[in-house]
Antibody, heavy 124, light 107 residues
């Protein structure tokens, strides 16, 4: 059974960098045809895609966040991580990591496993 | 970004009812549409992908249909555990986007 678990600080001050890690069990962050994704959810903006790291190490980011976001992985620990710089109150949200799967072996088509999520609050 | 508009935003129904939720896309997304169910305090759970393919372990009372810009999620006979919020998501065009959600409550 695939499981994902987010970890990281829950409270940040404005202008700090948000750093979260997702630990994966039951699968590998290098497994073929899977993508490793960050999503966030806030009352004001609903569910928002942040970006992905592909099985081959490629990345894709939401243009609305691209200048501030980076997703990386540590294959030795089977983890992937999110960094979001210069946070403000609008970045307050539940942050989820998820696994993306493909149809036809190529096209990302759905997010089939999610972590429980972690609340990150940005406040001075 | 592609906008997804769900209707209704709120739905009140009874156990045993058949309900349908609609998701309309602002552009053609082929059949790259997924449906998720979310209960309070939990992450979204995948129900359907590819517009109509049921995810493993999801009860067969859930079904999806549609293509291009109009999609539906149907629950054939509501069970108590189905009362939740439902989201559609498109993955045809980056960035992937979600609908605003449909909250399904017990009448």
């Amino acid at each position: 059974q695939v499981q994902l678990q987010e970890s990281g600080p829950g409270l940040l001050e404005p202008s700090e960098t948000l750093s979260l890690t997702c630990t994966v069990s039951g699968d590998s962050v290098t497994s073929q045809n899977h993508y490793w994704i960050w999503i966030r959810q806030s009352p004001g903006k609903g569910l928002e895609y942040i970006g992905y790291l592909s099985y081959s190490g490629g990345t894709n980011y939401n243009p609305s966040l691209k200048s501030r976001v980076a997703i990386s992985r540590d294959t030795s620990k089977n983890q992937f991580s999110l960094k979001l710089t210069s946070v403000t109150a609008v970045d307050t949200a539940f942050y989820y990591c998820a696994r993306g799967s493909t149809i036809f072996g190529v096209v990302l088509s759905h997010f089939d496993y999610w972590g429980q999520g972690t609340l990150v609050t940005v406040s001075s | 970004d592609i906008q997804l508009t769900q209707s209704p935003s709120f739905l009140s129904a009874s156990v045993g009812d058949r309900v349908t939720i609609t998701c309309r896309a602002s552009q053609d997304i082929n059949t790259y549409l997924a449906w998720y169910q979310q209960k309070p305090g939990n992450p979204p759970k995948l129900l359907i992908y590819g517009a109509s393919t049921l995810q493993g372990g999801v009860p067969s009372r859930f079904s999806g249909s549609g293509s291009r810009t109009e999609f539906t999620l149907t629950v054939s006979s509501l069970q108590p555990e189905d009362f939740a919020t439902y989201y559609c998501q498109q993955l045809n065009t980056y960035p992937p986007t979600f609908g605003q959600g449909t909250r399904l409550e017990i009448k």
